[in-house]
Each structure stands twice: as structure tokens, then as C-alpha cells.
């Protein structure tokens, strides 16, 4: 038979809560807290819990309570009955109890608690009789009556409203009217009343709509804990309070919190009266009543060493005595966390490694931008998908080219957009922000932005864009072209007007915890950028290379994307050929700065990859301009736009499928790459030789053929040059059958890096330009649990990527892998890239401190045995860093980097 | 060291070829024929074959011959001089010779040959003297210079213009002028230069062009074989001709070919004079030389038994007796080949499993369509991708609707259409063929036109369609509505004007070897069909159940398309239901119609899959007719197509993300469904009970999610009805994520069914409506060896179904396993079905017959040994029915299909 309850400081009884039950799950946070800290020798009063499954059971059949509950129930009583000295429902000394609820996961507010109970209309006597205060006395039951109508017997609370405040009679005479029983004065009625009323709670509107709110689950049930009263309005000695262990907005190792004197704890969480601070100048605890704040402060100190985290404490101060009625972990700011991490780290309370773990990666996105003031006042307009952090304000626009006219003019302005195209990515660099009312989580907008570091909404379809008019329409206003406007890229809101913001500023302890993590992770973290401005960024966040530099988007100056289009849109290989010639000193200048800026590090970059329709004239206008400005044939273009538009341009002709079409242009693509690389070596005297990526590849054919294709064109240059130029080769893994055929692919491929945003599209059937609704409505009606463009599918593109690595490695035991789409900054996809013993992971800039601090906790979890607190457990190892597996493959890759061509 | 040379027909000599060495790779095609025909004691003139390993060897080291090479030729050439009793270079009966190439696969009159080597100025004589026929030897003589002076020295055939025809001198003279030298004199010189020159003729133009057209290897060279001459030319007793064991037209069991008397077989090549019949009326072999006739015979069954296929025979008769000079199966027309395989398996030459697999499961699709007279006049206009066999001929019209117009008058006509939509659908059943310029071999049009058994052209680039203008324009000529044009589906050319087709009929033989292959097959065969037509033509050709019924082509009829418009353009969930109360009554009709024509079969119903816009009207024209129709606000119809509008839509909402996401959708299809079902079974008496299948799950809980839907719908039509409707549920498998997730979904599913061409597209991140003409260009350039939507992908997507098979029937033992892509009529996906132990490939109605013996043979090439020659090799079966594996998982199968739901 199950043990339904588990007494605490009880003499020796609470002893026999065994660790194992001792668990928020068993005894709900509350019961689990007050067991804890009853085992720490601090002072709670004494009770018992009646764990979460009697929930379950009482709920399951139909409100009767489970064989052998009673009978705990009444043991336990009276093991409380003797510790306390007290009798429940004596006259003399009566022993009051309050009856609390507390589930696994704290709801705070949305379950129901009685206080005072075992008052009635003789032990009433027995309280005010012990305490020498009737009124007090009555003033409890009073208290005690209108809680217990409201809770248990379902009295609305209106229905004492005439009642004269402290008369407890009335009170009586109120329940009964409404009803139509008497107050029950049997003190066990009241306590089974109490206790049923607490599991039923769990039901309740508030509960359920709060559980869905969270994501929590709707079975588990609440526990309930049933403990001796203590009164801190019992007189002038006592007290309610919250302590923090530390400043929760900075995380200044300072005892802080609130209290109010002569209250119980209800009042403090009603805010009717403006509590005390604890600690100060005036009117302190620390002043009031010095032995109970210094044993608060004492209680304090244990409870963070025994937690490991920053802990909220109520307590209550009666007559001079300090009560601990609950301690729980708080979710200080991301800086205050990483302070605190920090400082318990230095102080041996916890390991390093404990404290690396300790902090949210992502939590790290929101030291790096502006977020919006607390305090300030708001507009709200709707919202959308929160794409990329931040917070920004200013004047919308609706065009790239108005945006980065305005912005030139030194106006701060937001781009608004249906979607965005590489066409504004000036635009877009323009401005302040981006907000677009289609696209998903990884759109082009919400890349681009996540890259450049802007803040993005996407998909805000609330919102109506009107490019032609120049219009917003948002809840029936309508903003034009101008209109000041603010963007929370963090939650996805939109506000009208301005509103003010905060600017960050990267903490020392930040810097701290990233130098142990990085200690402790074996995972390489490189960046994704096309930029020397995006690779320094990238260098002061500690990165450690070029995992992607999308060669395409090296192509945004307006001489580039001519030329592009040009070559695009020629109508055989010589007009190709002509276009790739302009284009070749434009490329391999960018190739060069690109190369200079990042000095010393490996280097990726991909093969030209967008479909060539992406990069042309979009709309009648672009295309009128274009035609005016290359002086191409209108008919022509026409024909060619036609030519190349696709119904499923996803699936379309793009990757190396125009490389190996088209040879013309991954021949002028390697030829700029390689000379840019000759160049930049001469000037710099550090070795480059670039990674060159192939993208879309499908066959090990395919990969073959641009290699023989590179090869020849490093053999021009290097007869050219006098020097050979070194590279090595490898590609994109971004599609399911390359996946699948990832031995015949690493046959011909020096490395491999997972493209996880085109694998989550064709793993899922579903495009990311047109996914978001859709996935939305997945969400509400609970059949995927999240995005799987944002939260990384492991059943799905995991499971391909764990095939393609083992597959390629049989192949290829020295391959060289990474992931560079956007979960390589995710910190569970770091996780399962750990698992896989990839070798680096590759991320957009602003995500590069959260890859760091992710892939050392996959590091860390990855070993047998996690220690948590500092001098605790038998270690296995000392050290947090992680032995590097495969060192063998490590030492081939390394031998393979130094051939030209491996 | 190897061995060079092998002898045949040199008294035991040609023991020494041992049976390995027979093979045409080692001896050419040529080589090993006379090596089998000499062994099993046929007449063949003596000599000896060098082996093809030694033309490499030339090749390679530019001309030299091997080591060896020259020792074994003289031995050979000494064993040949005395068999034939004569002597090389010899003044009196000189030994004559043949030297002829042949490579291991037959490339017919692509290198080189000389004829009577061994003559010079004095054994000329010497043969004239033997033959008591000077003018004959002279000619032979003559002939020898010519042949040898164009093989061997490269002469052009143009220098011999001037001499008279029968001048041996004059030829000498002409030689030594255009080389400079005399002609050789010496027979061994003569050899060698022979020799030489034939295994230099595998590199020439011709030879190399022809084997890049057939796809045949640049390795492997031809092998020499040197024979002694028979002269059909010596007198009128001498003849040469071709004989076919059986009439390769009709496959009738009878000796036929032709003759020419008094002629050498490069006359009968040569086509100068009209040959003669073998057999028949007048001046026939039979008659003319009777004695070698009857050896022809003997020879001819004998040659049949020994290779169990049609040969084609050359011999020649020299003074009344026969030689045979070589032996090669022919490639008779598709009937005939089925014919003859029966013939042999019946007359035991052959087992029936040999008869099974001689057949090429492809050629019956020829069998079942009208196609082009051979032998009418044809005006090519262009090519595009063969997408349904059949040929048509008719008036080109640009619309369905002029198609159906113009059909009701009686008119044949050929829609031609850029690409098809759901809308033409009419039309396309309307028109005898179907032409378009756009999409590849499963787009619209080809899948539909295979349902439909129309000859259909897809993706005719080279072709443009004006629809605006109504004109169809090709190599610069422009036709009109209206113009008559004619369709070879089986080649995918368009041809000006009519040409004449034969029609097809099915031979008893054909029943036959189907009727052993269903005997030899373990794979059920079913059909995708939505009609009773189509139904009824798939029993006929002896599916056995309907593996694909797509519900979304089952509203074909206006008043079914009109209604499932406005459930799409509906604003909200009621609007939705209201069109689809109005389509519940066709669709149950529909159903009803289906389940009474599949009676006793099967049947898999998909739910609602295409996605919304296409049933959308396509432009602006049937937009307002739409709106006209339906009484439809205009507004409201242009902002729900600009809302439905997708990038793209193969990536889209499509499948059951429209069941889950419109649960009314798939509620009525299910009413409708089991309604019907219940209906259909109390009209025919026969339990009806449907296989629900829910189309582009990614997940587990999308197919539970629609179970209980249909669970619930089930319930309602149980308590409406008094009866419970019996179904199961399943699901297809066509996304990466499902392959890889099928522990997940078989879970919920009670079967699976593949769906290769999603996979496909997928896979490979090519969208059939874009691909063809990348995937024309990767085939031309040697990417790919085939589009993957036309072959089976076995590394690929064949690897997932592997996967999903494995991990679905670890969660299920009894799930049934199916493919209904477009491959399940493909011989190699049926091959890879069967190795994996599928239940059933399911394929258009004309691709059944192919499926039923392709999957007979795929059976028997999974037996451990295949027997082909009857009483040969110790059979370790004697059926050439598999046994059925997995016997138990077939039991629970049936067992779960006796429940309502599994």
C-alpha cells in the first residue's frame, strides 16, 4: 500500500521522509521545501503532506478519499498534537492548522489554502484564553469562517460584504443563510472539508487555464500540507516577510525582500498595506527585530548552499520566533542569474560546471540587444512571430529604397514589408527594425534580421500591409508611411508610438561563465556571416570561424546585383560568361575582405545556392528599371522571367543544380574564390585556404563533378599565379537522400554541414515561406508540441543527420562535420550535435554566446556523471572539460587540411 | 600466362574452350556461338577466336600484339590447316580465311571484316585449279584486294571507282598507287594486318558513336574470329541466308528467313539483290536444296532448345552442304516474344519461370494502346517526354471545354494545353490524346492520361501553346484549332497530320503467361481507380483490389466541383459545412458507385488531399464564372484566393493538414464514406469495408487525431443507422519524416501505403511540375542515369521505405504494406517491394498486366535457385510459386480486418 503521509519536524518522525519522496512530485514544491528544510534543522512548523497521488486518486473517484488516507491522517495528527503541544479542537490550547495546496510544478494564486482551522465556537475561547487577546482570537475566526465558506462550502464572498468587519457571529449567521446549514464546528469536518476542497481545487477554471497557459500537464494534482498555525499578527513581536537570498534584478549577493509587522502573510500578497524593506535605513527588519533577521539571514545562507540557487523565502515572525513556511529557486534577470551562477561558483557552493548549467542559453539573446522598459507605457497593436530580439522604435516604411533614404537622412525607421527578398537587404540594414505580416521563423526577413543583429517580427498577420498605398491597417487604424511605430522582437509585439528602451551592456560574469564554458565544451562554435562588420562582431562573442558565408548574399552592392542579374538573365553561356566577368573583381575583392577579416580562422563559403528567380526584379516596376538600367532587351527579360519562374521554386532549380547547368558560374565563383585567397595571403602572410561548400547536392555525382570543375580552375590559377592556392571541398547535407546516401557523398567530400532549415522543409513537406499559419493552428490544437523550425525535430531531421554521420564517418573516417542552419544556435539541436560528435556548430552572430555557453552544457551533460554541488558526491572528474573523443580522426582532419584539396 | 586463343571445330579440339570460356565476354558474341554451336556438333567452318582481353591489351599498348599472342595464333592455324585439309599460302588447295570481329555485346556492321585471306598471285591459282573456276577465283580475289585495301590499308573505297569489276590487276595497280607499296603478298602479313585492323575498329567514329547511343562500355573491345571460308558463291548448289526459328512478328513456331542463291552474305546485306524465302510457295530453300534445308531445321530446333529464345541464324550452303556461321537470340515484336515463351515453356524447352522472366514486363504496355503503322508516312514536329503509351490522332483544341464540344459532335480530338489542372479533367477524358509543353512524367496530365489510358506527350518544350491566341506553334509552322496532329505516347513524338495506328489485341498466350505469373507471384496487384470504368477495365486485366481510390477526383461532375468551390472559398467553418452537406450526397453516391463495382475487393479510399487552390478557378475568365454560378461574393472570393495562394503548394496545406486543421472536411468524407458503405453492402450483400487512408502525415498524432475523428463519425453513423460501419485506418507514407517516425504511426495506423512520388520529390528537393527539364539536362550530362519519377530510386527512396517497413512492423507485426506512387507499376520499385515482403503495389489500370508479371518474376528471382532450361540443373524446387513468408503476420492481418476498426 502506498504511504499517503509523510509527517515533517515531527521530533525524529520527519526522518522518515525518505530523499526519494522528498521530491516536488511526491510532496508538491511547498511539502518538498518544508520536508527539506525540517531534514536542515531550520524552524518550520511542524505538519505533515498528503502527497500528490491521493490528488489523483480523490479526483479519479469522484471525490472519495483513498483507503488508509484517514487513518494516516490521524496518526499524523496526533504525532503534530504532541509536538506542538496542542490539542486539535481543545478547549485549552487549541492546536490551529493551516490546510495548503502546492503541486509539482508552484501555480502561484491559482489553488485554494484555509487558514485558523480547528476554530469553532469553544476552542475560539481556548485561543483567546492562551493568547491573553480575544480580539485576536476573533479576529481569527472570523477570518477563519469566511475563508472556510468561500473555499470549502462555495459562499460567495458578496455574501459577507454586510457584515461588520470583525463581528464573527455574523459571519456565522451568513454561512448559514446561504447555506442552509450551520458553520460546522466539528474541527475534523472542517480538516476533511479542507483537504477535499484543496485536491478539488486543481480543477478549478483559474488552475486549468493557467496550466494551459504554461504548458503544464493536467494530470499530477496538487499535494496538500496540513501544519501548525503560527501568527505573525499575533502581536507587536511579530511579523510576515519575503526574503531574497539576492538582488533579483542585478543578483548582488545582498539579503533583500519585504515584510510586514503584526500581519499574516495573505496581507502581504494582497498588497492592501505598503510592506517594509527587510534590510536599509529605516523602519528595516534588521532593525525591528535583530535575532529573528539575523537567524533569517542565517536560514538563508544554508538554504542557498543546500539549493545551489538564489532562493525566495517566506517566513513569519511570531512573537520574536522566526517560521521558514516555504522556500522555492526564483528566475532572477538573465544578468542577475549569471551573477549568481557566478559568485556561487567562486564561492565552492557550486561547481563551475553547475554553474554553466544553471543558465538558460537563451536567456544570453537578451543581454545583446535594447529591450523595452518595464515601466514604460504601451500601445499594442497586435503581434507576431518573434524572429530576432531587440527592441527598436521609429518611422515605418514600406520600400527598401525609402528606408535607406530616410535613414541617411538620420531618421530612425522601421521596414515593413508583406515578406522581404534579397532585393532589401540594404533596406533592411537600413533600418532599425523589420516587421513583415507573412513568413515563418526562419523567412528570409527573420535570417536576414537574426543575422544583422535587427530586431524582426514575421508573420503578424493581425496586420495589413498596403505597399502600394503606403499603408499599415492595424485593428482598424491605419498608419502611413512615417507613422512612428515599436517592435519587441523578443515577445512579437507591435506598439504605436515610441517607447522606451534599455540598452544592455555585457557583464564581467558574463564574460566569467563563458571562459569556463568554454573550457568545458569540445564542440567548436563558428559564426554564419558574409561581413567583416558581421565577422569582428562575431570575433568579440568568441567565435571561432566561418561556418557559412553565403557567397549570394556577397552580392548585395548595386554594381554585384546588376551583374548578377545580368549574368541571369543573359540567354547563353557567352552572355553568362560576359556578366561573370564584371562580377569576378566585385566577388573576389568581397571574398578577400572577408578573408582578411577572419584571419586565422577556418573559412566556409558556399557555392552561389538561391534560385536564380530570387535575385531578379521583382514586380513591374523593379523590372522597368533594371531594363533601363542594363539596357537589356524588355522582350528578353520577359522571356527569361517566365523562363525561370517555378511553381515549387523550393524544390526548383537551385543549389548546385545551377552550378553544374550553368558550369560558367561555380567556374567564376572558384576562380574569385581562389585568387582572393592568394591575395589575401600575400597581404596578410597567414594561411588561407577556404573551405568551398557545395550546396543542394543530392549524388555523390554531383559533388564529383564540381570538384573535377574546381580543380581545373585552381590549376589555371595556380599556373597563373605561380602558386597554388590551397582549398579543400566539401557540402551542404540538406537534403533526406543525401542524407541517406551520405557514404557515396564523403567519397568525394572533404567535409559535411548539416542544412537544417531544408531538411526540416522536405523532412516535413512543408515550406517555411508558406508554413507559419499553418503551424500556428498545429500548435493551438496541441498536434506538434512546437515549430519545427525553431525547436529542433530530433524523431525527424535528428534522426537523418545521426544516418548521414555514421554513414559518411564508414566512408570518411576523418570527415569534418558541422551543422550551419539556424538550429546552430539552438541549444538542444548543440545538444544532439554533442551526441553526434559533430565538430563545430555554426550560428548567426548574436547567437554565437549562446552556442558557446549550449555546447558546453551538451558537454558537460554528455558525461557520466554531473556534479552539481561544489564538494559533494563522488566525483568521477575533477575537470569540467570533457575528454576530446576520436582523437584519431582529429589528427587525419588536420593532415587533410594541409593538402590543398583534401 | 592467359590464354589467347581458343579453337572450335578442330576435331576434339574444341573441348579445350571450357564451358566459362564460352561466354560472350570472352569470345565476343560471334566467338561463343560457333564455340556452343561447334560443341553441340552443328556445322561450323574450323577456326579459332582470339579473346576480347587481347584487343585490350592492342589497345592499350598502341598497337602491339602480346606476348604469346603470335605462338598461339600459328598453333591454332596449324590444328585449322589440317582439319580443313588445306594448306595457308599454300600454291595448291590454299587455305582460305575469314576474319571478323565481335564484341561482347552485338553492335551489327560497326567494325570490320575481311573475307578470303590467304590469296595472292599465286595461290589464286591454286584455287582456281581446286574449284576448276578461274572466274570465280579471280572474284574472289578481286574482292579480297578491295576489302582489304579499305579494312586494312585505308584506301578509300573511291580509288577503286575507275577498275573495271572484274580486274584482280587493276585493283593491285590501285592499291600500290594510293599506298606506295605493293599489295602484301605474304598470307601471314596479310594475318596480321587483319588482325590488327579489327581490333583497331573498336575505336573508330562509327563504333564509339554507336556505343554512346546504346550505353554500352568503352572497355572491353572485340574479340577476332578466324574461320575458314565456305563460299555460298562457289556454284549452284551454294547459297546464303538469314533464318528465324520462329516469325518474329507473330512469334508463330515456324522456320522462316530468306536466301540468295549463288551469293556471299555480304550480298544479302548489302540489299542489291531481292533475297528469296526460305519456305512457302515458290523458288523457296525448301525446295531448291531440301537436304540443307532439312539440316537447317534440325540445326534451327536444336539451336532453340540449346538457348531457349528465338534465334536468328546466318548460314551458307557451299556445293549442297550447310554451314552456319552464327547464332543470336532476336528481339521479336513484344507479342510475338510472349507468344514463343509459352510455345517453349509449353513444349517444355524452357520452364515457366523462364517464360515468366524472358519477358520484359514494360513491353506489355505496348500491347494494350493503338500505336503507329510502321509503315505510314510520318511529318515529325517535336518530342516531348513519353508520359501514357498509345497513339491518337485528332483535331488540336486549346480548351476542355471545346474538347468536350467538339467530341459530343463526334469529332476526335487531342487536348493541347501548356499543363493541366483538375478543371480539364473533362476535357482530357473527352480527347483521344493529350499534348503538353510543360511538366514532367507525373505531372497532372501524365497521371491522369496513364488513369485514363489516353496517349499522352508531357513537357514538348520544343513546342509552344498560344491558348490566348488558339495556336499551336513547331519548327516555325503554326497550327490552329482544329488542325490534325498525331501522338506516339509510347516515343513522345508529335507528328503533323494523321497517321495511320494498328490496334491492339490481347493474345490467348499473353492470358497464359499471366495466368502463370499470378501462380508464381506473391505480391497482390491492385489498382488506383475512382470510377466503375476504371474499375471494371482493371478486373478485366485481373488486379485484385483498389490500392488508391483518390476521393478528391471523385468530384470530377460540375455539381460536385461547384460545391467543393465554395466549401473552399467559405469564410468560416459554417459556410464549410453548408457546401458540404450538398456535396455529402455526390460523394456518398460516388462511393456507393465505387464500393458496388470493387465488389469483393479491397478497397483504399485516400482522404481529401490536393491542396485547396487547386480546385480553385485557374484565371480570371472561370473566376467570374465561378462567381456567376455561385452567386459568390466577388471580394470575398479575390482575398480567399490571394489567402490560399501558397509559394509553394507541394510544400503546402495540403493532406490531412486540411483534415485537421478543417475537421469538417474529413468528418463529411467520412459520413459520406461509411454511409456509402453500409449503403453498398445491404444493395450487393457482400461485406464492404473500406480502408480509410489519411494522406502527408508527418506524425503519429495527426493520424490519431484523424482516427478519432472518424472513430466518432463511425459511432454517430452506427447509432443513426442501427448498424456499425466495418473500415480500418491507415495512412500514407510520402514524407521523409513519416518513413523515419513509422514506429510512431504504425502505432495508429492499421496499414501503410507508399507514396513514392511525394517521396520522391522530397528526397531529392525537385518538384515534379519543375523538374523535367533539369532533370533532362542531369540526365544529358551524366548527373543522373535516370529521372527518378520514372525509375525507382533505390538509394534513396528505396532505403526509406526500408526504414519505415522495419520500424513499422517492429510497432505492428500485422500491418499491411502497400505502394500506390506512380513506381508501384514499376518492374524495378515491384522487384525492391517484393525483397522487402510489401503486401501489394497498387498502379493505373493499363500499368496492371505489367505489375502482375513483374511481380511474378520479382518472386522468382527471390527463389535461392531459378531454373530456365527444363531438365537442366538439379531444381531445388520444382514450382515456381515462392513460398509465402511471414504466414503469421498474414493471419493477424485478416484477423485485424474482421474488425470494425484496427
Known amino acids: 500500500m502506498p504511504q499517503w503521509v509523510h509527517s515533517f519536524n515531527l521530533g525524529q518522525a520527519d526522518r522518515a521522509v525518505a530523499p526519494e519522496n522528498r ?49 494516516e491522517v490521524k496518526a499524523a495528527l496526533a504525532r503534530l498534537e504532541k509536538t506542538a503541544g496542542a490539542r486539535f479542537g481543545g478547549a485549552k490550547r487549541p492546536l490551529l492548522l493551516s490546510v495548503r495546496s502546492g503541486a509539482a510544478v508552484s501555480m502561484p494564486g491559482m489553488m485554494d489554502t484555509v487558514l485558523n482551522l480547528g476554530l469553532n465556537d469553544q476552542t475560539v475561547l481556548g485561543l483567546a484564553a492562551d ?56 474541527p475534523w469536518e472542517q480538516l476533511w472539508g479542507a483537504i477535499r476542497a484543496v485536491f478539488l481545487s486543481w480543477l478549478n477554471p483559474r488552475a486549468r487555464a493557467y496550466r494551459a497557459l504554461h504548458g503544464l500537464a493536467e494530470e499530477g494534482g496538487t499535494a496538500v500540507t496540513v501544519q501548525a498555525m503560527v501568527f505573525g499578527n499575533r502581536d507587536a513581536r511579530s511579523a510576515t516577510g519575503v526574503a531574497h537570498t539576492r538582488d533579483p534584478m542585478t543578483g548582488e549577493n545582498r539579503l533583500g525582500g519585504e515584510y510586514l509587522p503584526r500581519a499574516q502573510g495573505e496581507e502581504l500578497v494582497a498588497g492592501r498595506s505598503t510592506p517594509l524593506p527587510l534590510t536599509g535605513d ?5 532593525k525591528a527585530m535583530p535575532a529573528a533577521f539575523r537567524a533569517l539571514k542565517r536560514a538563508a545562507a544554508t538554504l542557498e548552499a543546500e539549493y545551489g540557487q538564489m532562493q525566495e523565502i517566506e517566513f513569519t515572525i511570531e512573537r520574536g520566533k522566526l517560521f521558514l513556511l516555504q522556500t522555492r529557486a526564483t528566475k532572477p534577470s538573465a544578468a542577475a542569474a549569471i551573477r549568481i551562477a557566478v559568485e556561487l561558483a567562486q564561492s565552492h557552493t557550486i561547481t563551475r560546471a553547475a554553474a554553466i548549467v544553471s543558465i538558460e542559453p537563451r536567456s544570453l539573446e537578451r543581454l545583446l540587444h535594447p529591450r523595452l522598459d518595464p515601466a514604460a507605457r504601451r500601445d499594442r497593436l497586435g503581434r507576431g512571430l518573434p524572429a530576432a530580439p531587440g527592441a527598436a522604435s521609429g518611422a515605418i516604411v514600406f520600400t527598401a ?60 498577420g493581425e496586420l495589413a500591409v498596403d505597399a502600394a498605398k503606403g499603408q499599415l491597417t492595424a485593428r482598424g487604424r491605419v498608419f502611413a ?32 561563465l563563458l571562459g569556463w564554458a568554454d573550457a568545458a565544451r569540445r564542440l567548436k562554435v563558428r559564426v554564419n556571416a558574409e561581413t567583416p562588420e558581421e565577422v569582428a562582431r562575431a570575433r568579440r562573442f568568441g567565435a571561432e570561424g566561418i561556418g557559412l558565408a553565403r557567397s549570394e548574399q556577397m552580392t548585395r552592392d548595386p554594381a554585384s546585383l546588376l551583374a548578377l542579374r545580368r549574368m541571369i538573365l543573359a540567354t547563353g553561356p557567352e552572355g553568362r560568361r560576359q556578366a561573370l566577368r564584371d562580377l569576378l573583381p566585385l566577388q573576389r575583392a568581397a571574398f578577400k575582405r572577408l578573408f582578411l577579416a577572419a584571419a586565422g580562422w577556418p573559412v566556409t563559403v558556399r557555392l552561389f545556392d538561391a534560385p536564380l528567380h530570387e535575385f531578379l526584379p521583382q514586380g513591374e516596376a523593379a523590372t522597368r528599371a533594371f531594363i533601363a538600367e542594363s539596357g537589356a532587351d524588355a522582350t528578353i527579360v520577359a522571356e527569361r522571367l517566365a523562363h525561370l519562374a517555378e511553381t515549387n521554386p523550393m524544390l526548383g532549380h537551385r543549389g548546385c543544380r545551377l552550378g553544374i547547368t550553368y558550369p560558367e558560374i561555380y567556374e567564376a565563383q572558384a576562380r574569385a574564390l581562389l585568387e582572393a585567397a592568394l591575395d589575401a595571403e600575400a597581404d596578410s602572410g597567414a594561411r588561407v585556404a577556404p573551405e568551398i561548400m557545395i550546396p543542394l547536392a543530392a549524388t555523390g555525382r554531383e559533388v564529383e563533378l564540381v570538384r573535377s570543375m574546381i580543380d581545373g580552375v585552381a590549376a589555371a590559377v595556380a599556373s597563373e599565379r605561380g602558386k597554388q592556392p590551397a582549398y579543400s571541398l566539401g557540402c551542404m547535407i540538406e537534403l533526406q537522400r543525401a542524407a541517406l546516401c551520405a557514404g557515396e557523398l564523403a567519397r568525394a567530400a572533404a567535409f559535411f554541414s548539416f542544412g537544417t532549415n531544408d531538411l526540416t522543409q522536405t523532412s516535413w513537406g512543408l515550406s517555411r515561406d508558406d508554413a507559419a499559419p499553418l503551424l500556428q493552428e498545429y ?124
Open 131 to 186: 493568547s491573553g487577546d480575544a480580539e485576536f482570537a476573533f479576529g481569527c475566526y472570523r477570518r477563519f469562517i469566511a475563508m472556510y465558506a468561500t473555499v470549502v462550502l462555495g459562499v460567495p464572498e458578496e455574501d459577507f460584504a454586510d457584515c461588520p468587519p470583525d463581528a464573527a457571529r455574523a459571519h456565522l449567521d451568513a454561512v448559514a443563510r446561504a447555506t442552509g446549514h450551520a458553520f460546522p464546528q466539528d
Open 282 to 286: 529605516e523602519r528595516t527588519l534588521e
Open 401 to 460: 529604397a525609402e528606408a535607406m533614404a530616410r535613414a541617411e537622412a538620420g531618421e530612425r525607421v522601421l521596414l515593413v514589408r508583406a515578406e522581404t527578398s534579397p532585393e532589401d537587404i540594404r533596406g533592411m540594414h537600413a533600418a532599425e527594425g523589420i516587421l513583415t505580416t507573412r513568413g515563418g521563423m526562419t523567412s528570409h526577413a527573420a535570417v536576414v534580421a537574426r543575422g544583422m543583429g535587427r530586431p524582426c517580427i514575421v508573420g503578424a
Open 23 to 71: 521530491s516536488a512530485k511526491v510532496l508538491g514544491g511547498k511539502g518538498a521545501s518544508l520536508a527539506r528544510m525540517s531534514g536542515l534543522g531550520l524552524p518550520v512548523p511542524p505538519g505533515f503532506t498528503i502527497v500528490t497521488d491521493a490528488c489523483a486518486h480523490v479526483l479519479a473517484k469522484g471525490g472519495r478519499f483513498p483507503r488508509g488516507l484517514e487513518a
Open 779 to 902: 500548435e493551438r490544437r496541441g498536434v506538434i508540441a512546437a515549430d519545427p523550425f525553431v525547436a529542433f525535430d530530433r524523431d525527424g531531421v535528428g534522426e537523418l543527420m545521426a544516418l548521414a554521420t555514421a554513414r559518411g564517418r564508414v566512408a570518411r573516417p576523418e570527415l569534418l562535420l558541422g551543422i550551419c542552419g539556424e538550429h546552430g544556435g539552438d541549444p538542444d539541436a548543440i545538444a544532439f550535435c554533442e551526441q553526434l560528435k559533430l565538430d563545430y556548430v555554426s550560428c548567426s552572430p548574436f547567437r554565437v554566446l549562446i552556442a558557446r555557453l549550449a555546447a558546453a552544457q551538451a558537454g558537460i551533460k554528455s558525461q557520466p556523471q554531473t556534479e552539481t554541488r561544489a564538494g559533494r558526491a563522488a566525483p568521477r572528474r575533477r575537470s569540467a572539460a570533457p575528454t576530446r573523443k576520436r582523437p584519431q580522426a582529429a589528427k587525419a582532419r588536420a593532415r587533410a587540411r594541409r593538402r590543398p584539396s583534401a
Open 481 to 512: 508611411a512615417g507613422s512612428v511605430l515599436t517592435l519587441d522582437g523578443a515577445s512579437g509585439e507591435v506598439f504605436a508610438g515610441s517607447v522606451a528602451t534599455i540598452e544592455p551592456e555585457l557583464s564581467p560574469e558574463l564574460a566569467t
